[in-house]
């Protein structure tokens, strides 16, 4: 079998897989296959389970700092304030302000927990169908669409007040003195709530996707029988 048959085979085999996969999430309007497996049950279980593994992790000391996938950097304004610091030998001080934004981080996310399962609970099973049939990070996706305005909202002030029970905030005043009191340098003054705001939410969603990928393509993450039963409609 030559090779544009072997891909006309294959192309075949997907065409079907998808078809019988979209007939079995439209079975019946109650959110169940024909097989009694709840879908919309299923997607929120997964998606709880992100919340409760992923997002702890996140609260944790270091949880931000620590981990390459979320750490917060800081802004373009404020790399040169990091550069000009190292050059003339107060790298511990740009390192301290640099891992102050991640605690301030840490220290807010636990606030976004109750919110995400407030939206989790409201997924429909028309939300699941298209969710099911959607990308690796499908749910993640939604949740993102469904809780971001309301966790903006409500971290700004979260993130203001953790930049003060971690210290950020004295840390930050005290770096952006020594920077501007460098000769020749452009002064600066940036308020970097807004950008760790964004930053710690990006974090969140990020980490909720990781485990909802591996749950969609890891058999062995499906660690109970409802999950084993909706994502195997995928497979």
């Known amino acids: 079998m030559n090779l544009k048959k072997i891909a006309l085979v294959c192309l075949c085999f997907i065409s079907v897989s998808c078809a019988e996969l979209q007939q079995v999430v439209n079975t019946l309007p109650n959110g169940q296959t024909g097989t009694g497996i709840d879908i919309a049950a299923g997607l929120r279980q997964a998606l709880d389970f992100g919340i409760d593994k992923q997002v702890t992790k ?3 000391k270091g949880g931000f700092y620590n981990n390459s996938l979320v750490k917060i950097m800081l802004p373009e304004e404020l790399q040169k304030v990091d550069k000009t610091l190292r050059d003339i030998g107060l790298g511990s001080l740009a390192d301290e302000g640099l891992e102050a934004i991640n605690s301030a981080a840490e220290n807010a996310v636990g606030e976004a927990t109750p919110i995400f399962v407030n939206a989790v609970k409201q997924i429909t099973f028309n939300d699941a169908k298209n969710i099911l049939l959607g990308s690796n990070t499908a749910a993640t996706s939604y949740l993102e669409t469904k809780t ?10 979260v993130i203001k007040n953790s930049f003060s029970k971690v210290g950020a905030d004295q840390i930050w005043a005290n770096i952006i003195n020594k920077y501007n009191s460098i000769p020749f340098v452009n002064k600066v003054n940036p308020d970097l709530t807004d950008y760790v705001t964004s930053e710690a939410l990006k974090g969140v969603y990020k980490m909720i996707g990781v485990e909802e990928q591996q749950i969609r393509t890891n058999l062995s993450s499906r660690t109970t029988t409802l999950l084993q039963q909706v994502f195997a409609l995928q497979d």
């Open 58 to 60: 996140l609260t944790q």
């Open 148 to 157: 971001s305005s309301v966790l903006y909202t409500k971290f700004n002030p």
